[in-house]
């Protein structure tokens, strides 16, 4: 059988194959579910204010915010606050966005005019005005080191 006789034979049947399959998904629109959606908001600055009053400032490189709206996994996060002059580094966090908490974690670090400070994890409850450390914590001063458990 000559390639020119079995291309004749197959033309037809590769024909109404894309027929069909032009008239199936001719209507369709793609169909997504709630797991494949996500956001991701990357190198960004919040500068939240009381009035005319700078409150905090936050640097993140990455937000990704999750499906139920309320949180948001951050990653590479610098937060400022100038009443106290209190920066806090760190790798990754957790931000819960309605009740305004944050947990850091991956080389948490703090420093302020007279000390500088480190954890693996810090939890700060702005609500409460409290930085809490569950997994040790390691300050260091001018003249003194204090770290526990």
Partial sequence: MSAKRLLLMLLPAVTLFLLLLILTFRD???????????????????YHFRGESLQWRASIDE????????????????????????????????????????RLSRHVRGKTEDFVFMS??????PSKRIITASKGLEV????????GD
């Fill in 28 to 46: 369709r629109t793609p169909v997504y579910s709630a797991k494949m959606q996500r956001s991701v908001i990357k190198d960004v600055t919040v």
């Fill in 63 to 102: 937000a990704i915010l999750a499906e139920n709206g309320r949180d948001a996994y951050l990653r590479k996060i610098s937060l400022f606050y100038p009443e106290k002059k209190l920066t806090l580094l760190s790798e990754d966090g957790y931000y819960n966005m309605k009740e305004g908490d944050i």
């Fill in 120 to 125: 693996p994890e810090l939890l700060y409850v």
């Fill in 140 to 147: 260091k001063g001018k003249n003194f080191t204090i770290e």
